[in-house]
């Protein structure tokens, strides 16, 4: 990867911590894992036994990993409910795991969303860790910044393949069934659609220098802008879909701002990856072009990101 798709990567890395929680996140969590450390093993739950409060170890480290990734760390009954699971699982882990492969190292995985994680929770992770009858085993938490440190680790096939096709500079020319897929796909998904039309058409170089949106970000809409003659096309041949696709990337958009608030950095960027992610019905090169044409072509006439003051 060069410099540009090392960023993009980045930025798809921390939109995936944000959008997922529960099984996918521990999935992605597994996924990294195993490809930082070849030792590393996951868990499957078996039966009515379930992975016996292990959802991964390393077992030449005697290193454990038990992941707890809800929808909002900063909710009284969530920190509740992590601490809870926090001390029990890892009491569970210790009679379950410890004479079969003794535990040395115990993370509990939190994905506090880079927010950092409560008192309750490190103060019970403190506790444990100080008990005489689990001397010899150092247990702490492990956040999603410890996450991107091990990504950001690994080499390039690693962090493609954990991440799928990262946008290239150079643009293919869009195609027709992989744009019918993706407007079919848009038009399938449920998102709100009570926002209003705007009625003013901004230049394209100054709404891209008023949203902050980077030379990276700015080369994908130019060049997504050159193939608005094949959408246009499409869209005759389409009557009606650029209005119902219209309201769609204005619900993703207004989904991007509450998922990736002001204050995160380079958040203009996010917004856009995240928006590039949601409207894709599958990972693919032809399939992500096809959205990207249409971000540009929504961008340009102000459905999605800020109209210039």
Request: overall charge negative; glycine content about 4%; hydrophobic content about 35%.
């Amino acid at each position: 990867m060069d410099k540009t798709e090392r960023y993009i990567a980045k930025i798809i890395f921390q939109n995936r911590i944000l959008k997922y929680k529960g099984q996918q996140f521990e999935d992605f969590f597994v996924a990294i894992m195993t490809r930082a450390n070849e030792q590393f093993q996951a868990v499957k739950a078996y039966g009515n036994i379930g992975d016996r409060k292990n959802d991964g170890f390393d077992p030449t480290t005697g290193t454990y990993y038990q992941v707890f990734a809800p929808g909002d760390t900063s909710k009284d009954s969530t920190i509740y409910t992590g601490v809870k699971k926090l001390k029990e699982d890892f009491e569970k882990l210790y009679s379950n795991w410890n004479d079969i492969c003794p535990i040395k190292r115990f993370s509990f995985v939190v994905n506090d969303r880079f927010e950092g994680l409560p008192p309750p929770i490190i103060e019970m992770s403190i506790e444990l860790d100080n008990r005489p009858e689990y001397a010899g085993v150092k247990i702490g938490t492990f956040t999603a910044k410890d996450l991107e440190r091990i990504f950001d680790e690994l080499d390039d096939f690693a962090k493609q393949d954990i991440l799928g096709i990262i946008p290239d500079e150079i643009m293919a020319v869009v195609e027709y069934d992989a744009l019918h897929e993706t407007v079919t796909y848009l038009l399938n998904t449920e998102l709100p659609e009570d926002y209003s039309d705007n009625l003013v058409v901004p230049d394209f170089d100054n709404k891209i220098i008023f949203n902050g949106l980077s030379p990276v970000v700015s080369h994908h809409l130019v060049t997504g802008s050159y193939q608005e003659g094949q959408l246009m096309q499409y869209f005759n041949e389409s009557p009606g879909v650029k209005e119902i696709l219209q309201k769609k990337f204005r619900a993703l958009y207004e989904e991007a701002k509450v998922q990736i608030t002001d204050q995160t950095e380079n958040c203009a960027d996010r917004r856009f990856y995240y928006i590039l992610e949601q409207a894709c019905p599958k990972r693919t090169m032809s399939v992500q072009t096809s959205v990207l044409v249409l971000m540009a072509y929504y961008f340009s006439s102000c459905d999605i990101f800020e109209e210039p003051d």
